[in-house]
T-cell receptor, first 116, second 112 residues
């Protein structure tokens, strides 16, 4: 399977703990996106990378959130001092460059975070 | 700013009858529009896309959508619903910065 993969699929943590999620994009894709989806809502943009550069961050991404894509391949999203309001599905997507013939975003299965 | 509004949070149809999921968009320039589907416990899957070519767009699984600039609409249709179509459907607009802006979603239920 050469699609977008995410790990773990589920994470249960206690409030105040740190968590880290990983996303592996489709190998030839330069862009990688993170979205968050809360129950009953559509996904909301968090941040995106072009290669290893983080080009934009949403206001939703508080100081407790940090994302990296160190070698322009996989990406990690870390949440420090988790709060119950962080409970959501965290989705990763990847695409080719804007204007290319393959710039649609393909999504991974998501990581469901539950903060107790 | 670009946005989409899905006019129905829940649509219920009988198997074999037509499906209509409604979406209006707001954009200051010619938009790129998408429909994604999300089955329970599965990832988002691209159904179809409009990127300023033909206004009638055909997607996977028999779905179609028509871009109507005069009505700022991009409704999703299917002539005959199948039980496997039951899912959450999202209308999406892509910004110039390539971010996706999702609607609130429409839950499609198929009655046997």
């Amino acid at each position: 399977d050469t699609g977008v993969s995410q790990d773990p699929r589920h994470k249960i943590t206690k409030r105040g703990q740190n968590v880290t999620f990983r996303c592996d994009p489709i190998s030839e894709h330069n862009r990688l996106y993170w979205y968050r989806q809360t129950l009953g809502q559509g996904p909301e943009f968090l941040t995106y990378f072009q290669n290893e550069a983080q080009l934009e961050k949403s206001r939703l991404l508080s100081d407790r959130f940090s994302a990296e894509r160190p070698k322009g391949s996989f990406s990690t999203l870390e949440i420090q001092r988790t709060e119950q309001g962080d409970s959501a599905m965290y989705l990763c997507a990847s695409s080719g460059l804007a204007g290319s013939s393959y710039n649609e975003q393909f999504f991974g299965p998501g990581t469901r975070l539950t903060v107790l | 700013a670009q946005s989409v509004t899905q006019l129905d949070s829940h649509v219920s149809v009988s198997e074999g009858t037509p499906v209509l999921l409604r979406c209006n968009y707001s954009s200051s320039y010619s938009p790129s529009l998408f429909w994604y589907v999300q089955h329970p416990n599965k990832g988002l899957q691209l159904l179809l896309k409009y990127t300023s070519a033909a206004t009638l767009v055909k997607g996977i699984n028999g779905f179609e959508a028509e871009f109507k600039k005069s009505e700022t609409s991009f409704h999703l249709t299917k002539p005959s619903a199948h039980m496997s179509d039951a899912a959450e459907y999202f209308c999406v607009v892509r910004t110039r910065a390539q971010k996706l802006v999702f609607g609130q979603g429409t839950r499609l239920t198929i009655n046997p």
